[in-house]
C-alpha cells in the first residue's frame, strides 16, 4: 500500500484549494454578471450567499475528504458504503467533462498572449475585434493546437505530485495572479472616467434585483467555489489531522472573493472609462477588453498581463479538476499516478475536440438542441455539480453529522459554537438552495 501524500504546509494547502476555486469564473463571469445585474446589488447578494452556503459546503467537502483520506468516490465508500459512491462518480464524471470544454477555452487565452505581443489585438473597433474572434474559435486547427499546450501543462503539474507538482505551483501561480491582479487595477481606476466603473461595482442599485439576480448570485457563488465535483474532497484528503480546516474554508473562501472582486475592479473601471456596455456578456473579454486596451497607452503590455492573468487562473482550476479524476485512479484502481495523469488528460483533450469544432465546422451538428460545447457544459454545470453539491450536504447533514462534528474538532478538541449554524445551512438551507439552482437549469421554473 502506498503511503498517502500530503500537503507540506497549511500555505501551500489553502494556495492550491483557492487556486482550485479561482478560475475563469471569478475573473470572467463575475464582471459582467455584476455589469447585467445593478453593480453594487449583485455584489451584496453574492457576498452573503458565499459566506454562508457556499462556505459550509466547502467545509462539508474538506471535511468527507480528510475523514477518508480518499478521492471523491473512494470517500463515500469509505465512510458509508452502499449507493453514497454514486454520489462521488458523478463528481468525477461532472470533472472529465468540465475540463474537456474548459481546457477549449483556457487555450483561447494563451492565443490571445500571443495575440497581444503580436500587436494583432491593438485594433479599437470592437466589431472587428468580434469578426477577429469569431474567426479564431471556428477555425478546426488553432485552437485544438492551444488546447494541446494547455491540456499538457496541467498534465505536467499533476503528473508531479500533490507536493512536488501542485503545491509547487500553486505558490509560484497564486501569489503571481494577485499581483497581476494588482498592476492591472492600479491601471485601470487610475483611467480617466474610471472612478464611475468603481461607483457602479461599490453602489447598490436595488431597483435591478430580481430572482434572476438571486439565482444568478447564488449559482455564481457555488460554481465559482469549485463545488459538487469532488475538487474540495480530493485536495481535504491529502490534509493532516493537524489543520484547523474549519479555518482553512475561510480563508480559501476569501481569498477567492478577493478575486472575483479584484476582477470586477480591474475590468468595469476600463470598461466605464471608455464607454463601453459593462453588460456585454461573455464577450467582454475578449472583445470589449481587448478594444479597452487598444486605447490606452502600453495597451499590448496590459492585454499581454490579463491574458496571462486569466490563463493562471485557468491553470490552477485545471490542475485540481484533473487530479480529482487522477486521484481516483491512483487510489481505488493502482495507476501509477504518471500514467494516470497522462493517459486520462490525452482522454480528456480528445472529448474536448468536438466541443471546439462544435464553434466552427461542427456548428450545424446539435444534440437535444445544443451544440456539443453548449452540451457539456448544460449537462456539467445544471445537472452533476448541483446533484454532486445537495447530496454533499445532506450526506455530512444527515449520514455522517456526529463523525464531521468529531473532525472539525480534531485539531484542538474543542467543537466551536458555529457548529450548530454549520449543521442547519448543510442539513436544511444549501439543500434547498442547490435544489433551486438544479430546478431552475432544468428549466422547471
Do not use: C
Not at 67 to 85: Q, R, Y
Amino acid at each position: 500500500m502506498m503511503k498517502r501524500e500530503h500537503w507540506g504546509s497549511r500555505l501551500g494547502f489553502i494556495l492550491a484549494a483557492a487556486g482550485s476555486a479561482v478560475g475563469l469564473g471569478n475573473i470572467w463571469k463575475f464582471p459582467y454578471m455584476a455589469g447585467e445585474n445593478g453593480g453594487g446589488a449583485f455584489l451584496i447578494i453574492y457576498l452573503a450567499l458565499v459566506f454562508t452556503i457556499g462556505i459550509s459546503v466547502m467545509l462539508a467537502e474538506f471535511v468527507i475528504g480528510r475523514m477518508s483520506e480518499k478521492n471523491a468516490i473512494g470517500a463515500f465508500a469509505k465512510l458509508k458504503g452502499g449507493l453514497w459512491p454514486v454520489i462521488g462518480f458523478f463528481g468525477v464524471a461532472a470533472a472529465f467533462i468540465i475540463l474537456s470544454f474548459y481546457s477549449v477555452v483556457a487555450g483561447w487565452t494563451i492565443s490571445y498572449m500571443i495575440k497581444s505581443i503580436t500587436g494583432a489585438l491593438a485594433i479599437e473597433d470592437p466589431a472587428a475585434l468580434g469578426s477577429l474572434f469569431g474567426d479564431f474559435i471556428s477555425d478546426p486547427v488553432s485552437p485544438l493546437i492551444f488546447h494541446a499546450i494547455f491540456m499538457a501543462l496541467t498534465i505536467f503539474v499533476v503528473l508531479a505530485g500533490v507536493g512536488s507538482g501542485i503545491e509547487r505551483a500553486s505558490k509560484i501561480l497564486m501569489p503571481a495572479l494577485f499581483a497581476l491582479l494588482i498592476i492591472l487595477i492600479i491601471r485601470s481606476v487610475t483611467l480617466p472616467g474610471g472612478g464611475e466603473g468603481v461607483a457602479f461595482l461599490l453602489s447598490p442599485d436595488f431597483s435591478k434585483v430580481t430572482w434572476e439576480t438571486v439565482s444568478g448570485a447564488l449559482s455564481q457563488a457555488f460554481f465559482s467555489l469549485s463545488l459538487g465535483m469532488g475538487a474540495m474532497i480530493t485536495y481535504g484528503s491529502y490534509l493532516s489531522k493537524k489543520e484547523n480546516i474549519a479555518g482553512s474554508a475561510g480563508w480559501v473562501t476569501l481569498l477567492d472573493t478577493a478575486v472575483a472582486v479584484m476582477a470586477g475592479l480591474l475590468i468595469l473601471p476600463a470598461v466605464f472609462a471608455f464607454g463601453f456596455d459593462p453588460s456585454a456578456g461573455p464577450g467582454l473579454t475578449f472583445i470589449t477588453l481587448p478594444a479597452v486596451f487598444a486605447h490606452m497607452p502600453m495597451g499590448s503590455l496590459f492585454a499581454f498581463m490579463f491574458f496571462l492573468l486569466l490563463g493562471i487562473a485557468a491553470l490552477t482550476s485545471a490542475v485540481s479538476i484533473l487530479e480529482v479524476v487522477v486521484a481516483y485512479f491512483v487510489d481505488d484502481r493502482g495507476v501509477s499516478r504518471k500514467t494516470a495523469a497522462i493517459v486520462v488528460g490525452v482522454i480528456i483533450f480528445a472529448l474536448g475536440i468536438p466541443s471546439s469544432l462544435s464553434l466552427g465546422v461542427m456548428s450545424d451538428v446539435t444534440i437535444f438542441g445544443k451544440s456539443f460545447f453548449d452540451l457539456m457544459d448544460f449537462i456539467s454545470s445544471n445537472l452533476l455539480l448541483p446533484i454532486g453539491g445537495l447530496f454533499i450536504s445532506l450526506f455530512v447533514g444527515w449520514v455522517i453529522w456526529g463523525k464531521a462534528k468529531e473532525e472539525i474538532a480534531a485539531h484542538d478538541g474543542i467543537v466551536p459554537m458555529w457548529i450548530n449554524a454549520w449543521g442547519l445551512i448543510v442539513k436544511f438551507v444549501a439543500p434547498v438552495a442547490i435544489a433551486f439552482i438544479l430546478l431552475k437549469g432544468l428549466g422547471i421554473f
